[in-house]
C-alpha cells in the first residue's frame, strides 16, 4: 500500500520561502506516476500545483510557475516543494498526490500558515 | 486554463435517495475526469476516473458517465458515509484543474 507524507514547517513569514517534502513509503518514486502537489483553502479551493516525474520532467501552474520548484530525490524516495516570496494567499493545506487513475494516493495534508 | 464549474454547490438529501452531481468543462476534456470524496479534515480520495471507471474498493452505488464537456456523477442509494463534498477534476490538460465542489448534506 503505497503512503504518502508531508513534513516541513507549519509557519512560514511573509516573503519568505515555503519548503515541504513528500515521502513515499510502500512504493517506488521511480514508478511510472507522476507526483504532484496541490493545495487548498476556504476562498480559491483545491488548486492543483505542479508534477514530478522521477526522471526530473516537471509542469507548473502557470499561475505559480515563477514562484514554484518541485524536485525528486529518488535515493531517499521523496519529492519536494519550494515556494519562494510567500504572502498571506499562500496560507492553505498543501497535499502531495501520486498520479495514476487520478490522483489516487494522498499524503494527510500539512496546513502552511504565512504570517509574522 | 480549463475551467470546471460543478451543480449543485450544496444539496441536502436522506438516506436512500438517489443524488446526481453535474461537473461542466470548459472545453473538452475527452473523458479524462475524476470524481473525489472530501470528508471534514481529510485528504480527497478518487471514486471515479476517466470518466466512468470505479476506483478499487469504492462501492459500486456511485458511478460516472459523460465525455466531452459534460460529466455526471450518480450515488445510487445514499448512505450515512455519503455525507461529504465531492469534487470533479480534469487531468487532459495542465494545469489540472478542479471544480468548486459539491456539499451533500443531510435532510
Known amino acids: 500500500q503505497v503512503q504518502l507524507q508531508e513534513s516541513g514547517p507549519g509557519l512560514v513569514k511573509p516573503s519568505g520561502t515555503l519548503s515541504l517534502t513528500c515521502a513515499v513509503s510502500?512504493?517506488?518514486?521511480?514508478?511510472?506516476?507522476?507526483w504532484n502537489w496541490v493545495r487548498q483553502t476556504p476562498g480559491k479551493g483545491l488548486e492543483w500545483i505542479g508534477e514530478?516525474?522521477?526522471?526530473?520532467?516537471?509542469n507548473y501552474n502557470p499561475s505559480l510557475k515563477s514562484r514554484v520548484t518541485i524536485s525528486v530525490d529518488k535515493s531517499m524516495n521523496q519529492f519536494s516543494l519550494e515556494l519562494t516570496s510567500v504572502t498571506a494567499a499562500d496560507t492553505a493545506v498543501y497535499f502531495c498526490?501520486?498520479?495514476?487513475?487520478?490522483?489516487?494516493?494522498w499524503g494527510q495534508g500539512t496546513l502552511v500558515t504565512v504570517s509574522s | 486554463d480549463i475551467q470546471m464549474t460543478q451543480s449543485p454547490s450544496s444539496l441536502s438529501a436522506s438516506v436512500g435517495d438517489r443524488v446526481t452531481i453535474t461537473c461542466r468543462a470548459s472545453?473538452?476534456?475527452?473523458?479524462?475526469l475524476n470524481w473525489y470524496q472530501q470528508k471534514p479534515g481529510k485528504a480527497p480520495k478518487v471514486l471515479i476516473y476517466?470518466?466512468?471507471s470505479l476506483q478499487s474498493g469504492v462501492p459500486s452505488r456511485f458511478s460516472g458517465s459523460g465525455s466531452g464537456t459534460d460529466f455526471t456523477l450518480t450515488i445510487s442509494s445514499l448512505q450515512p458515509e455519503d455525507f461529504a463534498t465531492y469534487y470533479c477534476?480534469?487531468?487532459?490538460?495542465?494545469?489540472?484543474?478542479f471544480g468548486g465542489g459539491t456539499r451533500v448534506e443531510i435532510k
Open positions: 510502500g512504493g517506488s518514486i521511480s514508478s511510472s506516476n507522476w
Open positions: 476517466a470518466a466512468s
Open positions: 477534476q480534469q487531468s487532459y490538460r495542465t494545469p489540472f484543474t
Open positions: 498526490a501520486r498520479g495514476g487513475r487520478g490522483f489516487d494516493y
Open positions: 514530478i516525474f522521477h526522471g526530473g520532467n516537471t
Open positions: 472545453q473538452s476534456v475527452s473523458s479524462s
